[in-house]
């Protein structure tokens, strides 16, 4: 779950929650009531999220009996709240809660501020999920190329000695580390620096 920076109106907490449950808050009440229903399994954020539609409570002690454990809300200060899915194309990739002091119904101006964070926000998740992901394939990239600076070489190595084709290197290569359960790098090492006599 995600949660960010409090809006301009001193009224509105808001909490984004999003499929991997992370989350940060504006306020201690706000990650307080998120933590609640996040353990209940059901609250306004985890419905709009499931059902991609914006979910309003304008009068938690009236309409609160749809979520029991979301009652706690009311002793925090809380009196009303929307649910705003983040979505991206036909995906819900998470939920923006907005929280108020008052009750009520957000105005259209409110609704519209509402949405354009979510929006926002919906951005900044894919974006920061794009940055992992390409980070954790740069990551993998160097170390199968750090990797190859050692078995190119051992490879040719085990082709003289044995007068063989490189393919037939690579592969004795290959079953040497894993009859030895090291990675290929290692082995790789070994039989440049003559430790291992393949």
Same mark, same amino acid.
């Given at each position: 779950?995600?949660?960010?920076?409090?809006?301009?109106?001193?009224?509105?907490?808001? !909490?984004?929650?999003?499929? *991997?449950?992370?989350? &940060?808050?504006? $306020?201690?009440? +706000?990650?307080?009531?998120?933590? @609640?229903?996040?353990?209940?399994?059901?609250?306004?954020?985890?419905?709009?999220?499931?059902?991609?539609?914006?979910?309003?409570?304008?009068?938690?002690?009236?309409?609160?009996?749809?979520?029991?454990?979301?009652?706690?809300?009311?002793?925090?200060?809380?009196?009303?709240?929307?649910?705003?899915?983040?979505?991206?194309?036909?995906?819900?990739?998470?939920? !923006?809660?907005?929280?108020? *002091?008052?009750?009520? &119904?957000?105005? $259209?101006?409110? +609704?519209?501020?509402?949405?354009? @964070?979510?929006?926002?926000?919906?951005?900044?998740?894919?974006?920061?999920?794009?940055?992992?992901?390409?980070?954790?394939?740069?990551?993998?990239?160097?170390?199968?190329?750090?990797?190859?600076?050692?078995?190119?070489?051992?490879?040719?190595?085990?082709?003289?000695?044995?007068?063989?084709?490189?393919?037939?290197?690579?592969?004795?290569?290959?079953?040497?580390?894993?009859?030895?359960?090291?990675?290929?790098?290692?082995?790789?090492?070994?039989?440049?620096?003559?430790?291992?006599?393949?």
């Amino acid at each position: 779950m995600w949660c960010c920076s409090t809006p301009p109106r001193r009224a509105f907490y808001w !909490l984004i929650q999003t499929a *991997t449950c992370r989350s &940060a808050a504006t $306020s201690k009440e +706000s990650h307080l009531v998120e933590v @609640l229903h996040h353990q209940a399994g059901a609250g306004p954020c985890v419905d709009a999220y499931r059902s991609g539609a914006v979910v309003t409570l304008s009068n938690i002690a009236a309409d609160g009996c749809r979520y029991p454990n979301f009652q706690a809300a009311l002793s925090l200060g809380f009196h009303s709240v929307d649910a705003i899915p983040l979505r991206f194309r036909p995906n819900t990739i998470g939920a !923006l809660n907005l929280f108020r *002091t008052r009750i009520g &119904a957000l105005s $259209s101006e409110d +609704s519209t501020i509402g949405q354009a @964070l979510a929006d926002v926000a919906t951005i900044s998740l894919l974006h920061e999920r794009s940055a992992r992901k390409n980070a954790t394939v740069n990551a993998q990239l160097q170390r199968a190329l750090t990797s190859r600076v050692f078995i190119e070489p051992a490879k040719g190595v085990i082709a003289a000695r044995n007068n063989i084709h490189m393919d037939e290197a690579f592969k004795r290569l290959r079953e040497h580390a894993r009859a030895h359960q090291e990675p290929m790098h290692r082995s790789a090492t070994n039989v440049i620096n003559t430790v291992v006599m393949i």
